[in-house]
C-alpha cells in the first residue's frame, strides 16, 4: 500500500514538471496567450476587437470584465499581462505599484445619464437640476424646476429614483468628477472616487445591473457607460455643457471634448470640457501595463506579443470599430502620444517596438 | 495493511481536513479583520458611517448588521406559520394521499432551486407584483427581500420538520385516539412535545441559510448603505455588501469586507449555539 502511494506521488510530481516544460515551450514559441481584466466600460468594444485580433492574428487574448479596481489589483499581483481602468492611477497610486507603470488610452466614452419614463424623450437637464436630483433634494419628476426647463414635456407625479452602482466603479468615477466639477455642495459631502457614500438611490451591480435595474423601474433614473443605454434602447437625458448647449451623448461629441490639450503620459480626465460641442461626461478609457516587461519570468515573446497587440488596438484598423459600439475613437494627437509610450517600454532595458 | 486500518486513516484524514478549514477561515478572518477593528475599535460595530471615498473613508458595519437580521428575522416570521401547517399537512393530516406526496415532491424540488433563480423570480415578478399592489412605488428594500427569503427557505424548514413529524412513534398517536383525543390535541399534546426539538432544529437551519443568502436579497434589497427606517425602506445586507465591493476593495476597506465577513460568521456560530442550547432545553 504504502509503496503504491510513493509510485502515485511521484507520477503526480513528475507529471506536473513535465506540465510546466511544456508550458514554457509554448511561451517561447509564437503562441502566446495574452490576458487581461478590469473595467466593464469599455467591455464591449474590447470583446469586438479582441474577436477581430483572434480571427486575424492567431493569438488569443482574454478579457475579464472585473471592474476597474480589479484590473489594478490584478496588474498589481501580476496575474494578467495588462490591466484595464477607467480612472487612471494617481501619483500615489502608481507609486504604491511594484514597479513603473504606464498609461494607453484606447478609445473615449460616454457616461450617460439614462432614464426611464414612458413616453418622456429628450429630457434636458442643467447643473442645478443633476445636483438637485442626485443630492436627493428634488424628489418628485413633476417639481417645478424640471418642468421649467422641460416645456412640452409630460412629466409625471411620480418618485424619482436614483440607481447608482453598488460596486466599486469607474463609470462611478468619472460620474462623480464630473458632479464635483458642477457642484461645490457635491464636492463637499460626496466626493469622487470609484465608491462614495451615496446620499439617496439604489444601488445595483455592474453597469449592466444599472442598466437593467432602470429598465425595469418607472421613475428611475441613473448614469451608466453609454454602450449600455444605446444598446438597450434606455432613453438618455441632453445634458447642458460648460458652455451653456443642451449635448446629446454622440460619437462627435464625445470627440469633442477631447480637443484640449494632453499631458504626456495621456492621465487627463475630459469631464466638464470647455468646448462648445462638447458631451460634458465624456473620458478616456485606459489599459495599464509594466513599463519594463521583465517580471514574474515573462518571456520575451510574451512581452512582444503584449505590445504588439496593444500597438494594433490604437492602429486606425481597431480604432475604426470603436464607433460601432458607439466610443468615439482616439484623436490622432492621443494615437500618436501612445505610441510614442508603448515604444518606450522595454524588457531589461531593451526597446520590444520599433 | 488492513482495511479496517485504512478505514480509519481515511476517517481521520476526512475529519482533520474540516478542523484545518475551519481553523484555517477564522484565522485568516481574525487576521485580516485586524487594521479596521484597530483603526476604529468598537465603532465598526456601532457606527452607521459607510464612507469608502478616499481620503474620507470611515467604516461602520451596523446598517448592514441590522439589514442582514431585519430581512432574516421577516423571513422567519413568515415562514414559521407556512412551514409548520405545511409540514403537518404532508406528515400527518393528509399522510400517504396522492396530494401531499405531490405537495412533498414539490417541496423538495424547491428546496433545490439556485438561490439566482429565486432573484430573478423576485426581481422580474414579486417585485412589479408589490409596486402593483401599492405597498411602495420601486418595490425594492426589507419587505421585498424578507419575502423572497422567507420563500426561499419554507421549503427547507417543511422538508426537514415533516420528516421528523413522520418519525414521531405511530403507537402513541393510536393511543391518545384510543383515549378520545381529537387530530388537535394529538398535534399539540403527542406530536409536538415528541417533534418539538427536531422542528426548532429545522427553523434554525432555514435562519441560517436566510443569514447568509446573498444574490437574491442583493437583487432586491436597494443596496442602500443606510439603516432601514422601516418595513419598506431599503438597505444592504452584510453578504449582500461583500459580493458588491469586494472586487475593486483594496486595504482598509478589504479589511472591513472581511470584518464584516467576521461577523457575519460569528452571528450564525450565536445562532447555532442558541439553537443548540434551546434544543437541549426542551428534549
Known amino acids: ?354 | 495493511m488492513k482495511s479496517d486500518t485504512i478505514t480509519k486513516y481515511v476517517l481521520l484524514f476526512s475529519s482533520f481536513i474540516i478542523l484545518l478549514v475551519s481553523g484555517g477561515m477564522i484565522f485568516s478572518l481574525l487576521g485580516d479583520a485586524v487594521p479596521v477593528f484597530e483603526k476604529f475599535g468598537w465603532r465598526f460595530i456601532t457606527s452607521t458611517d459607510w464612507n469608502p471615498t478616499e481620503g474620507r473613508e470611515s467604516y461602520g458595519a451596523l446598517p448592514f448588521i441590522v439589514g442582514t437580521l431585519s430581512t432574516s428575522i421577516l423571513a422567519l416570521l413568515i415562514c414559521l406559520p407556512m412551514a409548520f401547517s405545511t409540514s403537518l399537512f404532508i406528515a400527518e393530516y393528509f399522510k400517504k394521499s396522492a396530494f401531499s406526496s405531490i405537495i412533498s415532491s414539490m417541496v423538495d424540488l424547491l428546496a433545490g432551486v439556485p438561490s439566482i433563480v429565486y432573484g430573478l423570480w423576485g426581481f422580474y415578478t414579486l417585485r412589479p407584483f408589490i409596486v402593483s399592489l401599492g405597498l411602495d412605488p420601486q418595490g425594492y428594500g426589507i419587505f421585498t427581500s424578507g419575502l423572497i427569503l422567507a420563500i426561499m427557505i419554507i421549503p427547507y424548514a417543511t422538508s426537514l420538520s415533516s420528516e421528523i413529524i413522520a418519525m414521531v412513534p405511530n403507537e402513541l398517536k393510536e393511543a391518545a385516539y384510543a383515549l378520545g383525543a381529537t387530530r388537535m390535541e394529538v398535534i399539540f399534546n403527542v406530536i409536538l412535545p415528541g417533534a418539538r426539538s427536531g422542528i426548532i432544529a429545522s427553523f434554525i437551519l432555514a435562519f441560517g441559510r436566510a443569514l447568509g443568502e446573498t444574490m437574491a436579497v442583493t437583487m432586491l434589497i436597494g443596496n442602500a448603505n443606510i439603516i432601514p427606517t422601516g418595513l419598506f425602506s431599503t438597505g444592504n445586507s452584510m453578504a449582500s455588501v461583500i459580493a458588491n465591493q469586494f472586487g475593486e476593495a483594496d486595504g482598509l476597506k478589504m479589511s472591513a469586507l472581511i470584518a464584516i465577513g467576521l461577523l457575519l460568521f460569528v452571528i450564525t456560530g450565536v445562532v447555532n449555539f442558541v439553537g443548540k442550547f434551546i434544543i437541549k432545553k426542551l428534549s
Not at chain 1, 489589483?73 to 501619483?91: E, M, Q, R
Not at chain 1, 429630457?123 to 421649467?148: P, Q, R, V
Not at chain 1, 515604444?343 to 526597446?351: C, I, L
Request: aromatic share 8%.
Open chain 1, 1 to 354: 500500500m504504502k509503496k503504491l502511494l510513493v509510485v502515485l506521488l511521484i507520477g503526480v510530481v513528475f507529471a506536473s514538471c513535465q506540465n510546466g516544460k511544456q508550458k514554457s515551450a509554448d511561451s517561447s514559441s509564437k503562441n502566446v496567450t495574452i490576458a487581461a481584466a478590469g473595467a466593464t466600460f469599455p467591455m464591449p468594444y474590447y470583446n469586438m476587437v479582441i474577436k477581430n485580433y483572434i480571427k486575424e492574428k492567431g493569438v488569443l487574448v482574454t478579457y475579464g470584465g472585473i471592474g476597474s479596481g480589479g484590473g489594478i489589483k490584478s496588474l498589481k499581483d501580476k496575474v494578467v499581462d495588462f490591466g484595464a481602468t477607467d480612472a487612471y492611477l494617481s501619483d500615489e497610486k502608481m507609486a504604491a505599484m511594484p514597479s513603473e507603470i504606464v498609461h494607453i488610452p484606447t478609445c473615449l466614452g460616454a457616461v450617460v445619464i439614462a432614464y426611464n419614463l414612458p413616453g418622456v424623450e429628450g429630457l434636458k437637464l442643467t447643473d442645478e437640476l443633476l445636483e438637485g436630483i442626485f443630492m436627493g433634494e428634488i424628489t418628485k419628476w413633476n417639481d417645478s424646476k424640471i418642468t421649467a426647463n422641460n416645456a412640452g414635456l409630460n412629466l409625471p407625479d411620480q418618485a424619482i429614483t436614483f440607481v447608482h452602482r453598488s460596486d466599486g466603479s469607474g463609470t462611478t468615477y468619472i460620474f462623480s468628477d464630473y458632479m464635483s466639477k458642477i457642484s461645490s455642495k457635491w464636492a463637499d459631502k460626496v466626493g469622487k472616487g470609484k465608491s462614495l457614500q451615496w446620499p439617496v438611490g439604489i444601488g445595483a451591480k455592474g453597469n449592466p445591473g444599472v442598466a437593467g435595474t432602470i429598465k425595469s423601474t418607472e421613475g428611475s433614473i441613473g448614469y451608466i457607460g453609454s454602450e449600455y443605454a444605446f444598446a438597450q434602447k434606455i432613453p438618455v437625458a441632453l445634458l447642458k455643457n460648460a458652455a451653456g448647449n443642451y449635448i446629446e451623448p454622440s460619437i462627435e461629441s464625445i470627440s469633442a471634448a477631447a480637443q484640449g490639450a494632453m499631458p504626456a503620459d495621456t492621465r487627463v480626465m475630459l469631464t466638464n470640457s470647455n468646448d462648445a460641442n462638447a458631451y460634458p461626461i465624456s473620458g478616456f478609457t485606459w489599459l495599464i501595463l509594466y513599463k519594463d516587461q521583465a517580471y514574474n519570468g515573462r518571456s520575451k515573446a510574451q512581452a512582444l506579443g503584449t505590445l504588439e497587440f496593444l500597438d494594433w488596438l490604437i492602429s486606425a484598423d481597431a480604432q475604426a470599430v470603436a464607433p460601432k459600439v458607439n466610443y468615439a475613437p482616439l484623436p490622432e494627437k492621443a494615437v500618436t502620444q501612445a505610441k510614442t509610450i508603448l515604444r518606450s517600454v522595454t524588457y531589461n532595458g531593451e526597446a520590444l517596438l520599433k
